[in-house]
């Protein structure tokens, strides 16, 4: 059994549902080859209860999404860009699910940002200086995933939030739409 302390707790404080809650931001990595850049974790509760997700995290304080997803994305990935390359929100997601032995519930803002070849690569060689006591626990791998083959994976049963994701990069293949997509997910 994996010890957690209460650091690992604070950022999911009860909602008037009585819920742990968050708001997050999220961001979408997209390399030159339309690439999206995910992160695998598993449940501590049950290890083989794992999932493909994009950068990202816990709203802090009075901050914006824009500002989360900057700082997520830096804390996770090593990686520092400026606010106006976020494209979005492309995406509001508000999902219910287990994680920690508890059902939790988060609403999401998600952000396209797309990166040269030399940051894409930057990324492979990431580590984990950057996570929290509990990202280092939960956290297994990250990579770029082509989408054919994340797809694959899909159909084979591994769980990729959001749900959708492929198609949604599909269709931003040239560029953002301008449309913000609204998901709920149980």
């Not at 850049?37 to 493909?52: A, E, K, M, Q, V």
């Not at 090593?78 to 287990?98: H, M, N, T, W, Y």
């Amino acid at each position: 059994m994996v010890e957690l302390s209460g650091n690992d707790f604070e950022e999911w404080p009860l909602n008037d549902e009585g819920y742990p809650y968050r708001q997050a931001a999220r961001v979408i990595l997209l390399d030159s080859r339309n690439r999206i850049f995910l992160i695998r974790g598993h449940d501590l509760d049950d290890p083989t209860h794992t999932w493909w997700f994009t950068p990202g995290g816990g709203r802090e304080g009075d901050e914006s999404a824009q500002q989360a997803a900057i700082r997520e994305l830096r804390e996770e990935t090593g990686l520092s860009i400026d606010v106006e390359r976020l494209s979005g929100p492309v995406i509001k997601r508000s999902a219910l699910f287990r994680f920690l032995a508890q059902v939790r519930k988060q609403d999401e803002e998600f952000f396209i940002v797309r990166l040269s070849e030399a940051e894409a690569s930057s990324l492979v060689a990431s580590d984990s200086r950057g996570w929290t006591a509990l990202e280092r626990k939960v956290l297994d791998e990250q990579r770029w995933w082509d989408l054919d083959e994340l797809e694959k994976i899909q159909l084979q049963g591994q769980k990729v939030f959001p749900a959708g994701l492929v198609a949604y990069v599909r269709q931003w293949e040239e560029k953002w739409d301008g449309i913000c997509h609204i998901i709920a997910e149980e």
